[in-house]
């Protein structure tokens, strides 16, 4: 298994610096991994930094917990484009998702629109910490309905993150067409093998480095 195309490098600590930025670069190119993902600050810088190499340019919309209104995301998501993002992972409305209120449908698809008119993916993040087993298949149903690419477990900030039996769940609720991001938590080569056995696309970690020096062949 190729375990470094599975993997955003990721680091959204708010402590960062323009080093950490073109180190987190240089290292998703000397490894091969999938992509990066960064604080919508940072787009710009890393996407210059990424020049012609094979590198997603990842950031976060809404992040971490939700409940901006809706012009807000799209404002974040429409500058994260306009500044060289491929994709958003976008903190989808927890509030209003346990309210019941239509909306929360209405805003995934909204973002995917969005996403989709300049030719980028959508990633929502659910936070499955916070959803009960049945929330999080009626979360993937909405997602998938709404035209997301993918949906993805965590944003690192709650009370845990990504688990495997979040993600069978998560497989066994949305069509082969959407995506899988486990996120939050996954330091280890047998984590993050784990996760992808489950269903998991794409592995978010600032763990990566270590996860790939320690593959088993």
Request: glycine share 6%; aromatic share 6%.
């Amino acid at each position: 298994m190729n375990i470094a195309s599975f993997i955003e490098h990721t680091n959204l600590s708010p402590t960062l610096t323009i080093k950490d930025i073109d180190e987190l670069v240089a290292e998703a190119i000397e490894y091969n991994f999938f992509g990066i993902c960064v604080p919508p600050f940072w787009v710009k810088r890393a996407q210059r930094e990424i020049g012609s190499a094979k590198i997603a340019l990842i950031t976060v919309a809404g992040f971490p917990l939700g409940y901006n209104m809706t012009e807000t995301k799209l404002d974040e998501m429409q500058r994260a484009i306009d500044n060289g993002a491929d994709e958003v992972d976008m903190v989808w409305n927890i509030t209003s998702f346990k309210t019941g209120i239509p909306w929360t449908k209405i805003e995934v698809a909204k973002c995917a629109k969005l996403m989709h008119d300049h030719q980028k993916l959508l990633k929502v993040i659910i936070e499955t910490a916070y959803l009960s087993d049945s929330e999080i298949e009626q979360a993937c149903k909405i997602c998938a309905d709404a035209g997301a690419d993918f949906v993805k477990t965590s944003t690192g900030f709650a009370p845990h993150g990504a688990k495997v039996e979040h993600i069978k769940i998560m497989k066994n609720n949305l069509p082969a067409s959407v995506g899988i991001k486990a996120s939050g938590g996954i330091k280890s080569y047998e984590s993050a093998v784990s996760m992808i056995d489950a269903g998991a696309t794409r592995i978010g970690t600032s763990s990566g480095i270590s996860i790939v020096t320690t593959t088993k062949l």
